[in-house]
């Protein structure tokens, strides 16, 4: 195990306090090996249904294509993601709910493990209209495949991304946990810095092309929680083979 501290003690003092009030045995037993969640490889699409009595829905979509962790991806999937579906001016969001007025709320992200032995898994949501189920499925399809291009949108994301990094500050305890972060990625400098680099010289073009290696092609476990009975279960059926989930099996009563 280890021993985080932050606080006003220099190391002597916490030293001192540990060695008085942390009894440990000589040599400590070996940790196990656990891995208590495999995340599971997305090679099909499939839907999963849960019962939930509203008058909207919540769909997610969420891939994993068995990629790990790659430092030199990273400026270029930061800048996809706030392109894409990181705010309000994102694509995603525009498209979804501003121009075609499918979704209540809308994003998209490429997210990156905690761990080198985790993959990178892409994850969409939108809350929409239960009889608007199927139109919001088939737009984000469209724009997951052929994401729409705009230089305005581009050079939001490329501002809004450089302003976050340059008044981001990691202070107080978050040292300890970016530093322990940094560790599990195998990472020996803050990520930030080379991100902060790369990013100001990239093009729309950049993020076409990462768009067409990391997403376009991805196949999809689709999760939805609504009221069966207003759903169009036929049209549900094209994204996959459906599997309806109980309340016993995700809550155990």
């Given amino acids: 195990h280890r021993i985080m501290y932050y606080g006003p003690e220099n190391e002597k003092e916490l030293l001192s306090t540990l060695n008085s009030l942390h009894n440990v045995p000589a040599k400590l037993k070996p940790v196990p090996e656990t891995d208590r969640f495999k995340q599971v490889e997305t090679n099909e699409n499939k ?6 009595d509203a008058k909207q829905i919540y769909l997610g979509m969420v891939s994993n294509d068995g990629r790990s962790f790659d430092p030199k991806v990273e400026a270029t999937r930061e800048l996809y993601n706030e392109y894409f579906g990181g705010s309000m001016n994102a694509i995603v969001f525009q498209e979804m709910r501003e121009a075609r007025g499918l979704a209540y709320s809308a994003n998209a992200y490429l997210n990156a493990p905690t761990k080198l032995k985790y993959p990178y898994t892409m994850r969409t949501f939108i809350a929409t209209q239960n009889d608007k189920m199927d139109d919001a499925l088939q737009a984000f399809h469209l724009i997951l495949k052929e994401m729409p291009l ?19 500050r990691i202070i107080k305890e978050d040292v300890l ?3 322990i972060y940094a560790q599990d990625l195998g990472l020996k400098v803050d990520r930030r810095k080379e991100i902060f680099e790369k990013v100001p010289s990239m093009t729309l073009s950049d993020i076409k092309a990462f768009q067409e290696e990391w997403v376009k092609k991805r196949t999809y476990t689709y999760y939805i929680l609504g009221k069966e009975a207003d759903l169009d279960l036929k049209a549900l059926e094209k994204y996959g ?13």
Avoid: D, M
């Avoid at 839907?47 to 939930?52: K, P, Q, R």
């Avoid at 991304?161 to 340059?166: E, H, N, P, Q």
């Avoid at 083979?241 to 009563?253: D, N």
């Fill in 47 to 52: 839907v999963l249904l849960a019962e939930y």
């Fill in 241 to 253: 083979p459906i599997q309806k989930v109980s309340q016993e099996e995700l809550f155990g009563y």
């Fill in 177 to 179: 946990w970016n530093y």
């Fill in 150 to 168: 705009s230089e305005n949108a581009f050079n939001l994301a490329k501002e809004g991304l450089i302003t976050r990094l340059r008044t981001n």
